[in-house]
């Protein structure tokens, strides 16, 4: 079972300018807790995400000796990419590919079919630099701008990045409209299809339905959870107000309830959600 922990989904969005130090603190304390990988940051224009303008002073301030958790940044352009790939401590670029070209146009000022060569760039810079690139489905079960969305639309776009040899894709529910029909139908489908590929679940939800979206993607095998402390987040280029993402303490009750075990340092959890709480203060 992995763990991604968002702290870059929290925080982009947040209404009061974090500062730098805040963010370190934060994801120093979250390094200590275990989890597999720290979505942590992101090298996208700070017109359009202003709260993450700082990413590269805080990767260079964080002590990584003590940690086990691997690290990975969101880029939105090749230039981004560029740019991340020349951090030693970072593991993985995670890029948004969505199956709704308003929102790829939203997120990225690109098509859908501009991203899909976006993706090939970055893919090959990931290799040449001993990176892997995390491709994260946006929109990928429906969207609220009434393009055009099917199961068969997401697994057509599927099909062109497993044959790019992406080897993480994660379906992101981006605005909290999946259920758990259509959730079980991808990753029944996909997970047996493309036995190279390790699919996620980035599920931004409310409190009353997550455990039914994660129940349907684990019953379908799917062991790649992202989430954030608290439940807090979610995409601010997708709606005005945020969705609000998988609350990380929901998905470790999840994981309790079945037996599942993690290897989480549950003090330095504690300690982390002390932290949040002052983080995510008005
Ligand atoms: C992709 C762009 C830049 C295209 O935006 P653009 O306007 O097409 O870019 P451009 O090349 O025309 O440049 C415009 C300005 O941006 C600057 N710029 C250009 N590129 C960069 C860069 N890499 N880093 C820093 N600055 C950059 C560039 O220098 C210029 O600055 P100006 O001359 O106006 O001062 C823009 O649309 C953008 O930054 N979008 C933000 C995307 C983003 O961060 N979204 C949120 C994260 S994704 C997410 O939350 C979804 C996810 C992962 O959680 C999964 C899910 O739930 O779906």
Same mark, same amino acid.
């Not at 303008?53 to 086990?68: F, G, I, N």
């Not at 946006?138 to 609220?144: A, V």
């Not at 390790?198 to 039914?212: D, I, K, L």
């Given at each position: 079972m992995?763990?991604?922990e968002c702290p870059r989904d929290a925080m982009q969005g947040w209404h009061r300018m974090i500062s730098t130090e805040e963010k370190v603190n934060y994801l120093q304390a979250l390094l200590k807790v275990g989890f597999d990988t720290l979505d942590?940051?992101?090298f996208v224009s700070p017109k359009a995400i202003p709260q993450m303008?700082?990413?590269?002073?805080?990767?260079?301030?964080?002590?990584?000796?003590?940690?086990?958790s691997k690290l990975l940044a969101i880029v939105a352009n090749v230039r981004g990419a560029e740019e991340a790939v020349v951090h030693e401590e970072i593991n993985y670029l995670g890029f948004p590919f969505s199956v709704s070209e308003t929102f790829q146009l939203r997120n990225t000022n690109k098509t859908i079919a501009e991203s899909l060569e976006q993706v090939q760039t970055m893919q090959e810079l990931c290799i040449k630099n001993g990176k892997e690139l995390v491709v994260y489905?946006?929109?990928?079960? @429906? *969207?609220?701008?009434?393009?055009p969305y099917s199961p068969e639309i997401v697994l +057509?776009? %599927?099909?062109?990045?497993?044959? $790019?040899?992406?080897?993480?894709?994660?379906?992101?529910?981006?605005?909290?409209?999946?259920?758990?029909e259509v959730i079980t139908s991808l990753?029944?489908?996909?997970?047996?299809?493309?036995?190279?590929?390790?699919?996620?679940?980035?599920?931004?939800?409310?409190?009353?339905?997550?455990?039914?979206?994660?129940?349907?993607?684990?019953?379908?095998?799917?062991?790649?959870?992202?989430?954030?402390?608290?439940?807090?987040?979610?995409?601010?280029?997708?709606?005005?107000?945020?969705? @609000? *993402?998988?609350?990380?303490?929901?998905?470790?009750?999840?994981?309790?309830? +079945?037996? %599942?075990?993690?290897t989480?340092? $549950?003090?330095?959890?504690?300690?982390?959600?002390?932290?949040?709480?002052?983080?995510?203060k008005d």
């Open positions: 992995k763990l991604i942590f940051g992101s303008a700082d990413t590269r002073e805080v990767l260079s301030r964080l002590d990584l000796s003590a940690s086990r489905i946006s929109m990928g079960f @429906g *969207n609220p701008y009434e393009d +057509r776009w %599927v099909d062109e990045l497993a044959r $790019m040899e992406i080897t993480t894709i994660s379906l992101a529910d981006t605005v909290g409209v999946a259920n758990p990753f029944r489908h996909l997970i047996p299809a493309y036995p190279r590929v390790e699919f996620g679940a980035h599920f931004h939800s409310a409190p009353h339905n997550w455990e039914e979206k994660v129940q349907a993607a684990w019953e379908q095998g799917c062991r790649r959870f992202d989430s954030a402390i608290k439940g807090i987040g979610g995409c601010p280029m997708a709606k005005d107000e945020l969705v @609000g *993402n998988l609350a990380t303490e929901n998905m470790i009750w999840f994981c309790q309830q +079945r037996q %599942v075990p993690l989480l340092d $549950m003090t330095a959890l504690q300690a982390a959600q002390q932290l949040a709480d002052v983080v995510f």
